[in-house]
């Protein structure tokens, strides 16, 4: 392969985000069940803790359920921590850090 000096390479995949549909929005969060999943990168517990604390003081959320992800980079929630988010709340923020 040949490649010119003043070529270069992206190798960063392209979206059309106008093929990716956005998630239905819900007009109001009161009396609905709110997952939270830290995706245990630094300060994500932080972000979430105050997420936590503010949103019941403009929605009178139901309740609210926490979960983690596996600790290390790129580790995905165990199913068991899916399903349970996905029969259990309304909506779901999946949180990072950093």
Known sequence: ???KAEELLNPVG?????QIPLATRFPDLSGKVLGLLDNM?????FFLD????????????EDVIRRK????????????VLQELAESCDAVIH????
């Open 41 to 45: 990168k630094v300060n994500c517990d």
């Open 69 to 80: 992800k596996s600790a290390g980079a790129g580790k995905v929630a165990p199913p068991e």
């Open 95 to 98: 949180a990072f850090g950093d």
């Open 1 to 3: 392969m040949n490649l």
């Open 50 to 61: 105050r997420l936590e604390e503010l949103l019941p003081e403009r929605f009178k959320i």
């Open 14 to 18: 392209e979206i059309d985000p106008l």
